[in-house]
């Protein structure tokens, strides 16, 4: 319980220090999003005092002390407000970020989850049965699926199966005609939409699963207390689940805590390939159009999720591994 | 009929794209109900091959290529393994030599025995908590072990756990691999003791596996002696003890010696009466010593006019071993080691715990040229001392000078000056070196780093070093790799190291700890004659009381943290006056009088 707790103040910590650099860092920027659009506009001649003016009222240019503005700032963070979108104005970005983020955790986060299990049974097996076509199998397949960058897999898979078989949509989350609700016919439209990305996703990062799970495992069925357990004539199904595999995961768990963060900010070229409305989607977009309240928004989110990751992983440690809970 | 009969059995290594190597060489014996049987060799003898193969462990590359071993009248060698698994209810069970790892560290001690009843179904659901409770009762644990995991218990309670776990089984066969060769010495004995009082009261077959024959004749009945895979004995304990017949046997039983006789003597070391305690002029017991004393002591005694390095052609033949060709032109005289009232407080991680106090107020002066032995438990407090005189520690309190240097503030900078100085021997010779360097370079890099010798100097000093330590022909083992090399070769070349920079004193943490017995007197006695050569002084650090006695004039026996008796080790070892320093005496296995009590 301690421990838990402990775990929890660490994690408010480290939200409260991410939320507030988030603040200063534009802060201590030189140049503001006024200048850079004002620049953009000298490049055709001269810009009037009053087209500045206009600029930066429409931008809105902080006034106020710096705490001031910080503690108009954490309350923003705190209703979600984060302001207007340069590029869809006059949606906010919250809503912005409220639409993308779904599609992301659902596609990226659930097949991220279930790659990690996935690949740690395959490793499992590999080890337990060392040397057989259980092993050699899933090892150099992993090892050969893995080689290949995610964007080229992505590529591969969209020219065949989307392009040239056309048994898949080559682009988006869901048909054009079709409207977002929680309905089955949209649902299973979603679904089909998915699995061309879940599935590049999924080639490109089981490989690693299943050969880090394969190595430790091997290092625990030398332990002692395997021989010991294989001694005293346990089922040889106990022995490697809950005497090998069960020591043997414990390493991967920090793996796979990075792996759980790198869910939002890192589904950028995937959402980029298949044109998938999710955070990577719009990251992308935010950076190309100076979107700077956008931009910010998705930082302070992509940071927050890497923190819950591994607030997550660390509560897992608690769990699996008595030794951390002292 | 024989519980075990063991016929024409080898095991044999075949480890991949590797020829294979015989374990064990075809050996047949007879184990009777309620035996207690010891089987005794020394490391790559094949002991713990023959205890792996009794009970059906035998994993690749390791293959019983030949013979049978009937338990029961039933062929176990070609079983298969769910055969195997079945038969272990009611049948063989072992205990493994490294007790502290044969526990699954996230599982609870429940879970580990309520595994073996589920996987046998011989325990019902409703009897498993109360069989499991009186298991762990017969080893002397409380039932609230059960509730623990392995990290929270200490190293002999996790090996009684092991040894409850076996015991679930209710096996007619236990074979114990070193049971109690991780343990500390006290807790060894105890240990001990429990195994001998349930084999008696269970009835169950015992074959107890163990480097040491000391021990095995004290508790067993019979003895099995292996060396390169064969039985060379097998008899009664007490006739083993009265006449060996095997050549092997007797030298194993020659290095056996009571430190309390009024002569000590193994093979290959001097014969230590009150002689050694004679010699040496009676210094002061070191708590009393003052300060003020120790510039008296530090004469300049030694003119280190020996032969110029470069000079010495390498051609010329280095005179038998061994060459004491001292390099310490220019150096500071010989000087003592100084340490007065130092402690050492560890302060626990988390809070809300005690702090350690690992050092409590000892005070002693190590002169130059005696050997001391510092001797106690684990936990004890010795080898936090040697950290402290190597500078990698300080002290919470108190002061150790050497020379003119302060050790308990020294400067990073006067670390080196230190290590010419003060080097250390450590316990693991298989850890100490490292793996993917040779000799040459291992022994090379101090020399570069503490002399001014380069280049040809150098490989003539280090030729020197390894002739020093009687690595001959030099040339060759300068080439090796240390996995090329037996624990007992490692371990010399971590000594030449460590003369690398022409030290006033060695360290030496428990140096033969790791080693076989026949190696064990070779090493001492090297210690021993770079001592009479060199004039080094040693610090011995030990928990083994016969070798204390083999090669230090005086000792110091700590417990917790201080000093409990100190003196000149013959009179100490003869006449402790200690509590504590009489149960590490007890302690130690008497062959003379537990083999024929037993029989």
């Known amino acids: 319980m301690r421990y838990t707790l402990s775990k929890i103040g660490l994690l408010l910590l480290t939200l409260w220090a991410a939320v ?6 534009p802060r201590l920027m030189p140049g503001s999003p006024a200048d850079a659009a004002i620049a953009k506009l000298a490049q055709n001649g001269p810009v009037s005092p009053s087209t500045r003016a206009a ?5 809105g240019v902080p006034t106020g002390s710096a705490w001031n503005q910080y503690v108009e700032y954490l309350n923003n963070v705190v209703h979600f407000d984060f302001g207007v979108s340069y590029t869809f104005f006059p949606q906010s970005v919250a809503s912005l970020v409220g639409t993308a983020l779904p599609w992301t955790l659902v596609l990226v986060g659930f097949v991220t989850i279930v790659a990690f299990i996935f690949g740690t049974l395959l490793g499992v097996l590999a080890a337990w049965k060392r040397g057989s076509w259980l092993d050699t199998l899933p090892t150099v397949g992993g090892t050969f699926a893995s080689a290949f960058p995610y964007f080229w897999t992505a590529l591969l898979l969209l020219f065949f199966l989307g392009y040239v078989a056309g048994w898949f949509p080559t682009s988006g989350a869901y048909s054009s005609s079709a409207t977002p609700e929680l309905s089955v016919p949209f649902l299973l439209d979603a679904l089909y939409h998915s699995i061309l990305p879940a599935t590049t996703i999924l080639i490109t990062s089981l490989g690693g699963w299943i050969l880090g799970m394969r190595s430790t495992m091997i290092n625990t069925l030398g332990d002692d207390y395997v021989t010991f357990a294989e001694a005293n004539g346990l089922h040889p199904r106990t022995v490697a689940i809950r005497y090998a595999a069960r020591n043997a995961i414990l390493p991967n768990l920090t793996s796979f805590g990075l792996a759980l963060g790198g869910v939002v900010g890192g589904s950028l070229l995937v959402e980029r390939v298949f044109s998938y409305p999710g955070v990577g989607y719009l990251l992308y977009t935010a950076v190309v159009n100076q979107d700077f309240p956008l931009m910010q928004a ?16 660390d509560i897992l440690y608690g769990i699996l591994d008595p030794r951390t809970r002292r | 009929m024989s519980l075990v009969s063991v016929q024409g059995m080898s095991v044999v290594y075949e480890p991949k794209g590797a020829l294979p190597v015989p374990a064990v060489r075809n050996v047949s014996f007879d184990l009777e109900q309620g035996d207690f049987v010891g089987l005794v060799g020394e490391s790559g003898s094949g002991k713990s091959t023959l205890g792996f193969a009794l009970t059906g462990l035998s994993k690749p590359p390791a293959r019983v290529s030949a013979g049978s071993i009937f ?11 769910s055969q195997l698994r079945v038969q272990r209810h009611g049948g063989f069970a072992m205990v493994l030599q490294s007790g502290m790892n044969a526990l699954n560290p996230v599982r609870s001690i429940r879970d580990h025995f309520f595994d073996i009843f589920a996987a046998h179904g011989h325990v019902s659901k409703r009897d498993r908590e109360a069989r499991a409770v009186e298991l762990v009762g ?20 996790r090996q009684r756990v092991s040894i409850a776990l076996a015991l679930s089984l209710e096996p007619r066969l236990m074979v114990f691999d070193e049971p109690t060769t991780a343990l500390d010495v006290l807790v060894q004995h105890a240990v001990m003791d429990t195994i001998r009082e349930l084999q008696r009261s269970e009835k169950f077959t015992a074959v107890l596996i163990s480097h040491d024959l000391g021990m095995v004749l004290e508790v067993t009945e019979r003895v099995m002696v292996m060396h390169d895979g064969l039985i060379v004995e097998d008899a009664l304990a007490a006739e083993i003890l009265a006449a060996p017949q095997h050549p092997y046997t007797r030298m194993l039983l020659s290095h056996y010696g009571d430190p309390r006789a009024a002569v000590v003597e193994v093979p290959g070391l001097a014969a230590r009466g009150g002689r050694r305690a004679a010699v040496v002029e009676p210094v002061e017991t070191p708590s009393v010593v003052e300060p003020v004393e120790t510039p008296a002591v530090v004469e300049p005694v030694e003119t280190p006019a020996v032969v110029e390095p470069v000079e010495t052609p390498v051609e010329t033949p280095v005179e038998t071993h061994p060459p004491a060709v001292r390099k310490r032109e220019g150096r500071a005289a010989r000087e003592a080691i100084v340490v007065t009232n130092v402690s050492k407080i560890y302060q626990r991680p988390s809070r809300g715990e005690q702090p350690v106090c690992a050092v409590n107020n000892v005070s002693f002066t190590l002169e130059p040229g005696a050997s001391m032995a510092l001797v106690g438990a684990s936990g004890s407090g010795k080898s936090t001392i040697a950290k402290l005189i190597t500078g990698v520690e300080r002290p919470t309190s108190g002061s150790i000078t050497f020379g003119d240097l302060q050790i308990d503030t020294i400067k990073r900078r006067q670390l080196k000056r230190l290590h010419t100085e003060v080097q250390m021997v450590f316990q693991d010779p ?16 101090p020399i570069l780093n503490f002399s001014k010798l380069r280049g040809r100097a150098a490989r003539h000093r280090m030729l020197e070093l390894l002739e020093t330590v009687g690595l001959t ?8 790799l240390p996995h090329q090399l037996s624990g007992g070769q490692r371990q010399r070349v971590v000594i030449a190291r460590a003369l690398a920079s022409d030290p006033q004193v060695i360290i030496a943490d428990e140096p033969v700890s790791m080693l076989d017995v026949s190696l064990r007197a070779g090493v001492l006695a090297l210690l021993d004659s770079l001592r009479e050569t060199w004039g080094v002084s040693m610090l011995y650090i030990t928990h083994d009381l016969l070798s204390a006695r083999l090669v230090t004039d005086q000792i110091m026996v700590l417990n917790s943290g201080a000093v409990v008796e100190e003196g000149a080790t ?3 070892l003869q006449n402790p006056q200690d509590e504590y320093t009489i149960r590490l005496l007890e302690a130690i296995p008497h062959p003379t009088v537990g083999g024929l009590v037993d029989s």
């Open chain 1, 20 to 25: 507030t650099l988030n603040f200063l860092l």
């Open chain 1, 55 to 59: 600029i930066e009222a429409q931008l």
């Open chain 1, 298 to 313: 998705l930082f302070l989110i992509i940071t927050i999720s890497v923190l819950l990751a591994n607030f997550i992983v």
């Open chain 2, 71 to 81: 338990f029961d009248g039933v062929d176990i060698a070609g079983m298969t393994p």
């Open chain 2, 138 to 157: 017969k080893v002397e644990l409380p039932a609230s072990v059960l509730d623990r995991f392995s990290g929270e218990l200490s190293g002999g309670m």
């Open chain 2, 430 to 445: 298989y850890a100490a070196l490292n793996p993917l360097h040779t000799v040459e370079y291992i022994l090379t890099r």
């Open chain 2, 473 to 480: 022909p030099v040339e060759q083992f300068a080439a090796r």
């Open chain 2, 570 to 572: 013959a009179d100490v």
